[in-house]
């Protein structure tokens, strides 16, 4: 499975962007997927995930983010609105086909892509 990330930039604070996580190799439907963010220093956090028709968020962005996926062009979106300085970070699409128990978790995924930036002014 191969990840391609893409619609990260610059916002002022309040600010949308939507991400887009294009898969090819596998019907991303039959995958888990899921958003992790990292800056330099910390931890990769899990921000979001779609599994088996669910969708999953951590607190930090419950309300504001919005996962997605459009079975036709294989590709998971994450509208991201309200968007706040601490949102900056390396934006990371992440997937896989074993079964997942915690989709917020790093390491339940073995494929990721290159990650795109976001920066939130």
């Known amino acids: 499975v191969q990840l391609v990330e893409s619609g990260g930039g610059s916002v002022q604070s309040g600010g949308s962007l939507r991400l887009s996580c294009v898969g090819s190799?596998?019907?991303?439907?039959?995958?888990?997927v899921a958003w992790f963010r990292q800056t330099p220093g910390r931890e990769r956090e899990g921000v979001a995930a779609?599994?088996?028709?669910?969708?999953y968020y951590a607190d930090s962005v419950t309300g504001r983010f919005t996962i997605s996926q459009d079975g036709a062009k294989n590709t998971v979106f994450l509208q991201m609105n309200s968007l706040k300085p601490e949102d900056t970070a390396m934006y990371y699409c992440?997937?896989?086909?074993?079964?997942?128990?915690?989709?917020?978790?790093?390491?339940?995924?073995?494929?990721w892509g290159q990650g795109t930036q976001v920066t939130v002014s």
């Open positions: 992440a997937a896989t086909n074993n079964a997942v128990f915690f989709p917020l978790r790093r390491s339940q995924y073995n494929y």
């Open positions: 779609i599994y088996k028709g669910r969708t």
């Open positions: 190799g596998e019907n991303m439907r039959a995958l888990a």
